[in-house]
């Protein structure tokens, strides 16, 4: 959370937050479970974010994949910066696919 420039930073785990890379796996048993596991984790974030942006904060989430290497997460740093210095309410540090891969990012 960066007060100065009303902006809050999630870090997600790739798994846990179904991002569109190899990391999210799905568990080859009780699969109901974790569907229905993967899909709250996704309707919770989706509403926490639209609670944050209408109480005047932006958002910003990098994926976990990105920090696993260096020149990836060297570039989604100098990417962060800039945002901060926006007016930009949301933005999504995505894989080096280059895919923003939820629908409430606009």
């Known amino acids: 959370m960066f007060r100065k420039y009303q902006a809050v ?8 937050h179904r991002h569109s890379c190899p990391a999210a796996t799905m568990p080859k048993t009780n699969k109901t ?16 974010m639209e ?7 932006r958002v910003c989430v990098i994926w976990e994949c990105i920090l696993e290497d260096e020149d990836r997460s060297t570039k989604a ?19 080096s696919t280059g895919v923003d891969t939820h629908a409430w990012l606009s």
């Open 77 to 95: 740093i100098g990417k962060v910066e800039n945002w901060l210095r926006s007016t930009r309410l949301r933005i999504e540090i995505p894989s």
């Open 33 to 48: 479970f974790w569907r229905g596991k993967f899909k709250a984790n996704h309707l919770r974030d989706s509403k926490s």
């Open 9 to 16: 930073i999630f870090v997600h785990g790739c798994f846990w």
């Open 51 to 57: 609670e944050l942006i209408k109480s005047g904060w």
